[in-house]
């Protein structure tokens, strides 16, 4: 079977999603919101709205829509843009409860979240992804979609036990399939492996990759497993990824590193081979080149997991 890059890339660099809170609301209302320190998500499960980020035109969102934002810049979300919004974290601490209403709230009802990263590799999702991102409803992916946002409110209204850990795992799913649907060509991302992946002809040269890092990939295998020739495949790969084939193994295997170092307890030698260098010293000039320190400080700074 084929490498499944999509889930090694989660398990690597998500931490965990979570719901935060929400709203219901009834027109005239308009609520301002701080720039996230990480990647934010809002679904409308009711009625409609308008949701402006900074620097952006403002966009209608239906029931059902999901907005997923990267950049760290405040946002407003409202019943018409022409409404003054309130400070929508002063609202929440200020009445001491993570969902609230505004006026008799039958209009519109949102609920949203925050996507934690892991702080060294969490780039490989957050550079994978537009600064503002909308999905929609009524895409094919739907009913999946209507299907998580119903259980969603459903354990936000029932307040069962282990509600939070349940509602955790809805919108972790949410995010898999909001990944899903930008694979398959539905959305404005830019140059990078989640690119590259969605492109049928490019998608086995990634997944061969991550399948074995280690090995001494070379470019002709590469593109003979995508049936192009050496500079056809190099070309497009690059336009798709952002960087060239072997380059990205590179990054990955950096990645990869970063983890064995922190987290498996490995000699630098034992990494080394596991990422496929032929000697400590080849993957130590490796390293330092791709994150201006030796394997060894890394680790001594990154310890616990306590990355800047």
């Known amino acids: 079977m084929p490498a499944d890059v999509l889930s090694e890339i989660l398990r690597l660099a998500t931490v965990e999603t979570m719901v935060t809170g929400g709203f219901d609301a009834s027109a005239p209302w308009a609520l301002r919101f701080p720039a996230p320190n990480s990647i934010k998500f809002f679904a409308l499960t009711k009625g409609a709205c308008w949701a402006r980020i900074d620097g952006e035109p403002p966009l209608r969102f239906e029931q059902g829509d999901v907005g997923l934002l990267t950049a760290r810049r405040s946002y407003t979300v409202s019943s018409d843009p022409s409404v003054a919004p309130l400070d929508a974290m002063e609202l929440f601490s200020g009445r001491g409860r993570s969902f609230v209403t505004l006026g008799d709230g039958q209009d519109c009802s949102y609920v949203g979240g925050h996507i934690l990263l892991d702080p060294t590799s969490g780039t490989l999702l957050s550079e994978a992804l537009p600064p503002w991102l909308r999905i929609e409803g009524a895409r094919e992916q739907a009913a999946r979609f209507r299907w998580l946002l119903s259980e969603l409110v459903s354990e936000r209204k029932q307040r069962l036990p282990g509600g939070a850990l349940v509602a955790s795992q809805l919108a972790q799913l ?50 003979r ?39 498996e307890g490995l000699s630098v030698a034992s990494v080394a081979a596991l990422t496929g260098y032929a000697s400590q010293g080849a993957f130590s000039t490796a390293f330092k080149r791709m994150t201006g320190l030796s394997p060894s400080l890394w680790r001594e700074r990154h310890a616990g997991g306590d990355a800047d």
């Open 174 to 223: 949410l995010f898999v399939q909001i990944l899903r649907a930008q694979l398959g060509g539905g959305g404005r991302i830019p140059p990078g492996w989640l690119r590259a992946l969605g492109d049928p002809r490019l998608a086995p040269a990634v997944e061969l990759m991550h399948d074995e890092p280690a090995r001494a990939w070379h470019l002709g295998e590469l593109a």
């Open 225 to 263: 497993a995508c049936a192009m020739s050496r500079s056809t495949f190099a070309a497009r790969y690059t336009a798709q990824a952002g960087i060239a084939p072997l380059g990205y193994l590179a990054r990955w295997r950096m990645h990869l590193a970063c983890r064995a170092l922190r987290d």
